[in-house]
């Protein structure tokens, strides 16, 4: 009798844009409330996660989603340190020499590698937008996000009820530029098709 093979699950990595808005909200609002609590470094209220999250996709900086089966259960935020310096580099918004990353992945879905891909597409995103040093942070207590971090190379720091980690990034090349270009165009055409298929 024949067997039907599962090959496991469906998980993409892609940047998020305006057509996402929905379904970055529904994200946030299904975070249980440790994982909600380490992603924003506190409590925060519905209404308060129903605010970052309609404004999250228009801020300076970049968003990137962890898909699996087509729903998005991780998130990862590029954005500046400070001020974001005015035009453009090599085409790609500046974000100037320290930027600071900040994601989570839903509890069900962790250990399954979407942190780490998220990490990868923030780094390759933020080296060839002009910053030299990424920076995380995070509550000492979230041990899944410092051992990320410290795997990833970054230098931790703890400052008592918080972690704050630095990892310098190489500069960008014609491949990493390229390869990102290439990225991005796939990105943009399923997030299209995935609204399109929400509508």
Not at 40 to 46: I, L
Not at 150 to 164: F, I
Request: proline fraction near 6%; aromatic fraction near 8%.
């Amino acid at each position: 009798m024949p067997q039907s093979i599962s090959t496991g699950p469906s998980i993409s990595v892609r940047r998020l844009w305006p057509s996402d808005r929905a379904v970055i909200l529904d994200y946030f609002l299904r975070l249980d409330p440790e994982t909600r609590a380490n992603r924003f470094m506190g409590t925060v209220s519905e209404a308060g996660v129903r605010a970052y999250a309609k404004s999250a996709i228009t801020a300076d900086g970049l968003i990137f989603g962890a898909f699996v089966d087509g729903v998005l259960r991780g998130l990862g935020e590029l954005r500046p340190a400070g001020p974001r310096p005015p035009g453009t580099l090599r085409g790609r918004m500046r974000l100037g020499p320290e930027a600071e990353a900040a994601f989570a992945v839903e509890r069900e879905f962790r250990r399954n590698g979407l942190g780490a891909a998220l990490f990868a597409r923030i780094t390759d995103a933020a080296r060839n937008r002009g910053v030299s040093d990424l920076h995380v942070r995070c509550l000492s207590r979230n041990g899944p996000m410092r051992g990320l971090a410290a795997k990833l190379g970054a230098n931790l720091r703890l400052l008592g009820s918080e972690t704050e980690g630095a990892l310098h990034l190489a500069r960008p090349t014609p491949f990493s530029l390229w390869h990102e270009s290439i990225a991005e165009a796939f990105d943009f055409t399923l997030a299209v098709a995935s609204a399109g298929g929400r509508a």
